[in-house]
């Protein structure tokens, strides 16, 4: 008899059919069913009238004892064991929540560099320039996006230098930075020479001044663009580029900065050693006893004189091109159908949509890159922790 | 109106209340219903695990409080309403076979007489004690399987579910103690 007439034989012992007399060894089978069941424990009288009391009236929770209440509550879990599956969800939510912050956070692009060109973002341009403490070359979280379709841009460190302990010019308030600037700007046509004597005005503002400028005209006469190189003080960069953006729709915009620390104070420390020299030159000459030591000596603070006044000049320019930011302007004539900003109307809507789920979906990814491994491991944790509880059970039977 | 009653009338609408599933009848069954079913095999298998009728209560009793609280978690998915109680209970059995850390031995006590099919009594003591006998040979594992088989009156899918192995593995493991009975038996013969 095989495992499965054996189950079957059993079964229809217990089920109530009556007992075969053809082969002995079912027979046999079937009488040790029936002795086998006739074991069975019955339960005691009382006790089945006790229970059945309680399960009419459905388990009552013992009053006026919240010490037995606790226990009814701990009994009614699942048997002790502790809820795995949940503080294992918890916990990953917690992480991946965590990790989110700390990605989306650290993930900023290199705040030593700034890529300012736009493909017309005129509005939301000028509104982050003209903030008050926002340098432009810090990349702000709600345009991060919108830069990362800037195909064109040209990236240049403009973040401030952290002094230099062993430098030529410690400390920031020495340094030497020479700024420029550039934007690139449509406006309608009709509009462009207004924008052009807008541009000059901001610059008279700002206490800078118009190095050089040129209009392009049509053949109708007409205005059609141009170009204008401003110099404006250094201190006034940031509220000049933004009131100049404000002038039309921002195409693009670059930054740079360069650290002519050393070159200034290299200048610095020759003019001093050259005026050493002079003063040694002159002691000599009053001193000299011929006429040829003399000639000599003459000749030699001509050449000194040239070159402290090389060296005047050289600081003087290194001044100015710090003390003043070059600020290259381009005036474009923008296209009829460019005549709405990017951010208004159905377009634009479109563009913010798009860039919206484009947020989502870069946001989702992250959040399931860390969920789905964390989940994989709490599932893990809870079937092992699962598989343990029941073979401790078990061990009772060993 | 007695708050009592009152109190006494919503708990009887809540153990009326039909659990989740459905019977095979296709009607939902109440926990009442189950209870009535099951209360008599259920005990057996918990005494002839614990052998001791004072505890084989106590772990009934609190099988049912368990099974009641839980009873809107039960899933027709995870096996019958059987195999969802006697998991319940062989859980609450071991438990306290753990906490008293001894073994239970299945050396029942004096059961139902009214068994069918003997009709010799001095044949049937005879026979008793061979079959306690032979149950004594067992292992643990074993007398656990006979319990759920020949007094749960469980299936091989239902004792499966409630000692999370597979069916086929149990015939295999009930074939093999049932051949182990019959070979005790004849030896005591």
Not at chain 2, 66 to 84: I, N, V
Request: overall charge neutral; hydrophobic content about 40%; charged content about 30%.
């Amino acid at each position: 008899m095989d495992e499965r007439e054996t189950t079957a034989v059993i079964d229809r012992t217990l089920a109530g059919d009556p007992l075969t007399t053809g082969y002995p060894a079912e027979r046999e089978l079937q009488e040790l069913t029936l002795a086998l069941s006739a074991e069975r424990p019955a339960p005691d009288m009382v006790f089945v009238a006790e229970l059945d009391e309680r399960v009419r009236e459905g388990f009552p929770r013992v009053r006026g004892n919240p010490f037995a209440r606790v226990q009814g509550a701990l009994a009614a879990r699942s048997f002790g064991r502790p809820p795995m599956a949940l503080m294992g969800g918890v916990a990953s939510l917690l992480l991946a929540l965590l990790l989110v912050v700390s990605l989306t956070s650290g993930s900023d692009d290199d705040p030593a560099s700034t890529s300012i060109v736009g493909a017309g973002d005129n509005a939301s341009g000028a509104r982050e320039m003209a903030r008050p403490g926002v340098d432009v070359g810090e990349p702000t979280p709600s345009r991060r996006f919108s830069r990362a379709r800037m195909d064109d841009s040209i990236s240049s460190p403009l973040a401030p230098v952290p002094p230099r302990r062993d430098g030529f010019a410690p400390g920031t308030r020495d340094r030497r930075i020479q700024r420029s600037a550039s934007l690139t700007l449509a406006a309608p046509a009709d509009e462009l020479d207004s924008v052009a004597a807008d541009i000059t005005r901001i610059t008279e503002r700002h206490r800078g001044f118009v190095l050089s400028s040129s209009l392009t005209t049509g053949d109708e006469g007409a205005t059609t663009g141009g170009d204008f190189e401003l110099k404006i003080p250094a201190a006034r960069l940031q509220p000049a580029l933004a009131d100049l953006a404000k002038l039309g729709q921002v195409r693009a915009r670059t930054q740079s900065g360069e650290d002519v620390t050393a070159h200034f104070v290299t200048a610095g420390d020759r003019l001093e050693a050259a005026r050493a020299e002079r003063g040694n030159l002159l002691t000599r000459l009053e001193q000299a006893t011929t006429d040829l030591e003399a000639e000599s000596l003459r000749l030699q603070l001509d050449a000194n004189a040239g070159e402290i006044n090389r060296l005047h000049g050289r600081i003087r320019n290194l001044r100015i091109s710090t003390d003043y930011a070059t600020v290259g302007v381009v005036l474009e004539a923008r296209n009829g159908d460019e005549s709405a900003a990017p951010g208004d109307g159905l377009g634009g809507a479109l563009d913010d949509a798009l860039d919206s789920l484009g947020d989502s979906l870069e946001l989702a990814i992250r959040i399931l890159g860390v969920l789905i491994p964390l989940g994989a491991l709490a599932a893990a944790l809870a079937f092992a922790a699962r598989a343990l509880l029941r073979r401790r059970r078990e061990s009772a039977l060993s | 109106m007695d708050p009592r009653l009152d109190r006494s009338k919503g708990v009887n609408e809540a153990i009326a209340e039909p659990m989740p599933a459905l019977t095979q009848a296709g009607k939902a069954e109440t926990f009442e219903a189950l209870y009535r079913r099951t209360l008599p095999r259920v005990y057996a298998y918990v005494a002839a695990l614990l052998h001791d009728r004072a505890t084989a209560e106590d772990v009934t009793a609190l099988t049912y409080e368990r099974a009641y609280r839980k009873r809107r978690g039960f899933s027709a998915l995870r096996g019958t309403r059987e195999a969802w109680i006697f998991g319940i209970a062989r859980n609450a059995a071991l438990d306290e076979l753990r906490r008293r850390k001894r073994q239970a031995k299945l050396e029942v006590e004096p059961g139902d007489l009214a068994a069918p099919a003997i009709d010799d009594l001095a044949d049937l003591t005879v026979k008793r004690e061979t079959v306690r006998a032979a149950l004594a040979t067992l292992d643990a594992r074993e007398r656990e399987l006979v319990a759920l088989k020949f007094m749960a009156g469980l299936s091989n899918s239902e004792i499966a579910r409630v000692i999370g192995v597979s069916e086929s593995n149990v015939g295999t493991r009930l074939h093999r103690t049932v051949n182990k009975l019959r070979e005790a038996c004849d030896g005591r013969a």
